[in-house]
């Protein structure tokens, strides 16, 4: 209840969970089966709070030490805000951050897929590029590039949205456009691995591509360049 504390003397498992008082974790790992709601209440710690199944999270005022996501085919939604003062890790499933923001103050590591419309305020997020997961951008909006992100593992586009590239982007695998506008603006894009574009490319600077692929484009590139000795590109 409200005005009490609680402070585990051990490992917490719990299907939901809910502060109204103050819960203090310590060094505890919190192990979470689907929602966190802590809008009536404040929690500390230095732990890992690990998330094992779909659900929300509503953090109220507190932030998270160390998170973790971790379910196959798991989905989670922050309601306006998540943030961890250490490190963030999608391990399995998909972190959707549907118009929440989101602040990281360690490493982020994606393993499976962050989401996100594409004007979402990401704070000292850098993309991870090295662990083979997906960033997809699914908003309905016109957007001046990709929320500050320049390289990807693989990328996703979708929804209704159009998204206009200031900078230059790299991704190491699969760039997959399904749905809405890319606006290359001039800028480069180079491409480690498929190209797939079922919806529209407005092609107007140097694609290249750098490894075996295969490319899908009803539309046309700007100026293609392929860069892949030994490689096949079709």
């Known amino acids: 209840?409200?005005?009490?504390?609680?402070?585990?003397?051990?490992?917490?498992?719990?299907?939901?969970?809910?502060?109204?008082?103050?819960?203090?974790?310590?060094?505890?790992?919190v192990n979470v089966a689907r929602s966190w709601n802590s809008t009536s209440g404040t929690f500390t710690g230095t732990n890992t709070v690990t998330f094992t199944g779909s659900g929300t999270i509503r953090k109220g005022s507190s932030n998270f030490?160390?998170?973790?996501?971790?379910?196959?085919?798991?989905?989670?939604?922050?309601?306006?805000?998540?943030a961890t003062t250490g490190n963030l890790t999608v391990t399995a499933g998909m972190l959707n951050l549907s118009g929440s923001s989101l602040t990281v103050g360690g490493t982020f590591r994606n393993d499976d897929t962050l989401r996100m419309h594409g004007d979402e305020t990401l704070t000292t997020?850098?993309?991870?590029?090295?662990?083979?997961?997906?960033?997809?951008?699914?908003?309905?909006?016109?957007?001046?590039?990709l929320n500050g992100f320049t390289s990807f593992a693989n990328l996703t586009l979708s929804g209704a949205g159009v998204w206009t590239l200031n900078n230059a982007i790299t991704v190491g695998g699969n760039h997959t456009l399904t749905k809405g506008t890319l606006n290359q603006n001039g800028q480069s894009i180079t491409v480690g691995g498929d190209w797939t574009d079922t919806a529209t490319f407005i092609g107007n600077g140097t694609t290249t591509f750098t490894n075996t692929a295969s490319i899908t484009e009803p539309g046309h590139f700007g100026s293609l360049t392929v860069n892949a000795p030994s490689k096949t590109v079709t």
Do not use: C, I, Q
Request: net charge negative; proline share 4%; aromatic share 10%.
């Open 65 to 82: 030490s160390t998170l973790v996501f971790n379910a196959l085919n798991g989905k989670w939604t922050p309601v306006s805000s998540l």
């Open 1 to 29: 209840p409200s005005g009490n504390t609680y402070a585990p003397g051990g490992t917490v498992n719990a299907r939901d969970l809910t502060v109204e008082g103050t819960f203090t974790m310590g060094t505890n790992a």
């Open 125 to 145: 997020v850098t993309n991870d590029t090295a662990h083979g997961g997906t960033v997809w951008y699914d908003g309905k909006n016109s957007y001046t590039g």
